[in-house]
């Protein structure tokens, strides 16, 4: 039995907090977001001692019609640097590339070039020979790189040890263990990244964890899989994220012991903006439908359009879910 | 340390869910549930397969005005026998009896005469000595009990072993660790309950648990005290209970792999009932205000006050607690 890293008073200087609210967040709103939103937000998460901030996708705009989104589906350099200059702060700026979504051979600047720190390729596990080649080309270019291997809850344990293996050979920085499902319970999340943590022994690579909240363990699955390893960490403001959302930031600035952390700042920005988006009609966060998806294993859409029709026949939506199982 | 007892997929007929939603729930609408509500919950429960009803606290009527209150702080015979009847049903019923707060030597009939089969004695930590002898009194009258031991999280380790030697020399049948502010994290609940399963062992005293929701950990605490040997659950149904609520019966009900417990008629019952308490302007539940009171491990009172008040000003309240730490 793996032991744990530390306990409950414990700093641990290689945890890593990265607050993805315009990216998973983004899911919810089409990414409209104001750019007073992204701006206090950034001026929040710098205050607090967030360690990475997510802008959101760097879609194809050939694949995806720029007049249909927000502009943080496409994340262009000059759109965060309107947010953000040269960031002059500790905080690294990131954004995400979906293998299969972008064009990451003609749309990423050399480093030296960008405010982007870090690029988080996100693919699904029999996409991993693409994230590879991905990963190789955005560590060319300077960035830190992540592959985050969603929906691991229906991968089986063989693809998961290849997947391992063969990111382990790569120049990625941190391989992540994504719960895009909120299937998991403590005990899965905490087996699973046990292996996480074993492949990459030695390697120098971190383990991250991204969760959601279908069956109301975002938090306690994240804070889990923390103890036994995991280092890099996925919130959001007040879970705000697809569906059932995700880990909130506030439980793990409350939780985390590192004096860097401050939970004050982002009360604050919840007052002023969340609570505006919540009444702006913007809905996300654990609800019975989420939690059937979580209980069956499979993705969120059918839940995610009973909450869009505001349905409330959760009786009737559960046996439609098991006679389509 | 100690092996978990069994796995994800086990069935454990040592398990007995026990709903507490009239008592738990009751602290939110001041027990005024209708007849039709409490009945339509009995016969879902019994639908449901769950083990134990808690129906209320049986409070003093000489310090309680019964005119200010729902029946169900009181909890007489022929109120629970209006329900249930005869209660020919495989599931048992139980109330609460708070030390202090209950007439205890006049207000309980012999088992045989009463449709009762539980008494849940509810105390703090120095009320030990009294709950023995309410124990050892419900005991002779032929009831099943438990001792629960509130606000533990509050309980120095010396003080905790202490109850637990006295109790386990009891004729209790059930110990409960009861994480009254919600500020227990798995981490301390696991340790905590392999404390009280430890103290019990070779007694044939079962270890119960009950959550609240402060750190969106009911659920997860649950199941992780559970997996350690915890038998007796309590759950409500949505987690409709004080402040943040408790462990959501929905959520066990799903989880559990006994073919017995069904989730599809709690589903009906939650449509009909429960939105229309939510309505009505019933409020319970995971936020902000709840975390703060869990991080600061003290009695969720003031942030009742501020839900109460409508309040949103999370920053301002974060700081006054701090201020009166």
Redo the contacts between chains.
């Keep these: 039995?793996t032991v744990?890293k530390g306990?409950?008073m414990s700093v641990r200087d290689d945890i890593k907090l990265l607050d993805a609210t315009i990216r998973d967040g983004g899911l919810c709103n089409n990414f409209e977001f104001s750019d007073e939103f992204v701006k206090e937000l950034y001026k929040t998460n710098v205050k607090s001692g967030i360690d990475y901030m997510e802008f959101g996708y760097r879609a194809s705009k050939a694949m995806f019609d720029e007049s249909e989104f927000g502009k943080w589906k496409f994340c262009k350099e000059e759109d965060i640097r309107a947010i953000v200059g040269d960031n002059p702060s500790d905080m690294k700026i990131a954004v995400m590339a979906d293998v299969g979504r972008c064009d990451y051979k003609t749309d990423f600047l050399p480093k030296s070039e960008s405010v982007i720190d870090m690029v988080r390729v996100a693919c699904y596990i029999h996409q991993i020979p693409t994230a590879v080649e991905m990963i190789e080309h955005f560590h060319a270019l300077g960035y830190e790189t992540t592959c985050n291997i969603m929906a691991v809850s229906q991968a089986n344990t063989d693809q998961i040890t290849q997947a391992l293996d063969m990111l382990c050979s790569t120049s990625v920085d941190v391989i992540y263990l994504v719960d895009s499902y909120g299937s998991l319970?403590?005990?899965?999340a905490s087996e699973l990244s046990k292996t996480y943590i074993a492949a990459a022994e030695n390697t120098g690579k971190k383990i991250g964890f991204h969760a959601h909240n279908n069956?109301?363990?975002?938090?306690?699955?994240t804070?889990?899989t923390m103890?036994y390893g995991v280092s890099f960490l996925d919130a959001t403001v007040q879970g705000m994220g697809r569906g059932a959302g995700n880990c909130?930031m506030?439980?793990l600035l409350?939780?985390l012991k590192n004096p860097k952390y401050n939970?004050?700042h982002l009360?604050?920005f919840?007052?002023k903006y969340m609570?505006m988006l919540r009444e702006e009609g913007v809905v996300w966060g654990y609800d019975?439908q989420y939690?059937?998806t979580g209980?069956l294993n499979r993705h969120p859409r059918e839940a995610i359009d009973f909450t869009s029709k505001d349905r409330?026949?959760?009786?009737e939506f559960?046996?439609s879910l098991l006679e389509n199982y």
């Design positions: 039995m744990r306990n409950l319970y403590p005990e899965n069956l109301n363990l975002a938090f306690a699955n804070i889990e103890s909130p506030e439980l409350g939780f939970l004050y009360l604050k919840i007052e609570l019975l939690m059937f209980f409330k026949d959760y009786s559960y046996k």
